[in-house]
């Protein structure tokens, strides 16, 4: 496999996650998405990826774009450790925790959001970051009180899933930006517990070739 990602994408960041969950091996093809303009936006690139995004999974002829499809391909090709759970119940708990970090948290938080809001839109930097605390402490209200419900060393119980996956990204971004978490107990304790795990500890951004640090 290979795969064409960022260091600090938070979508690259879950896919890793998942192929060292899996200890699937990987050849890893840096796109730098600031460099020259953003290599994501290259013709070349946009062959593989029409939406100039990353991250981009080539499985032999198989080529994938979008962090939660890659995931759900990885549990077809490799079983165990599973990302998503067998169990029907279970398995909607994790993915409603993973969309709303993946699909409700995300994109407004990221890269060309937060580009159009200070270039086209011409927002102060201090409007931004109030942006970025504002929805990023709106998300993690809602999944602390998910937490109480159905959390236990992990966000579905006591087993990682694709819900971590997403979480420790946005945790990791949350904290970059100096967001506030003390009001997040349930949701930091979970954090800890996934960054206690080497699986996790490989796929920080830090960690990764093309980081810059």
Not at 98 to 104: I, N, P, S, W, Y
Not at 152 to 169: E, F, K, N, Q
């Amino acid at each position: 496999m290979k795969l064409f990602g960022y260091w600090r994408s938070s979508a690259s960041y879950r896919v890793r996650i998942g192929l060292s969950l899996k200890g699937i091996a990987y050849d890893y093809e840096p796109i730098h998405l600031l460099r020259s303009g953003g290599e994501q936006r290259t013709s070349e690139y946009k062959t593989l990826n029409p939406a100039g995004l990353v991250p981009t999974l080539v499985d032999d002829t198989v080529v994938l774009n979008q962090s939660l499809a890659i995931l759900e391909y990885l549990d077809s090709v490799q079983a165990e450790p599973r990302l998503v759970p067998t169990d029907p119940v279970a398995a909607a708990r994790v993915r409603m925790m993973a969309l709303d970090m993946a699909a409700d948290l995300q994109p407004i938080t990221n890269l060309r959001i937060l580009q159009y809001l200070t270039g086209t839109l011409e927002i102060e930097e201090g409007q931004k970051m109030d942006w970025i605390h504002h929805w990023v402490k709106t998300a993690f209200q809602a999944y602390e009180l998910r937490l109480a419900q159905w959390g236990g060393r992990y966000s579905v119980g006591d087993t990682v899933s694709m819900a971590d996956i997403c979480l420790v990204p946005q945790v990791y971004n949350a904290q970059r930006f100096g967001v506030d978490l003390t009001d997040f107990p349930r949701l930091i304790a979970v954090y800890d517990n996934l960054q206690a795990l080497d699986a996790f500890q490989r796929a920080r951004p830090e960690a990764q070739p093309d980081a810059e640090v």
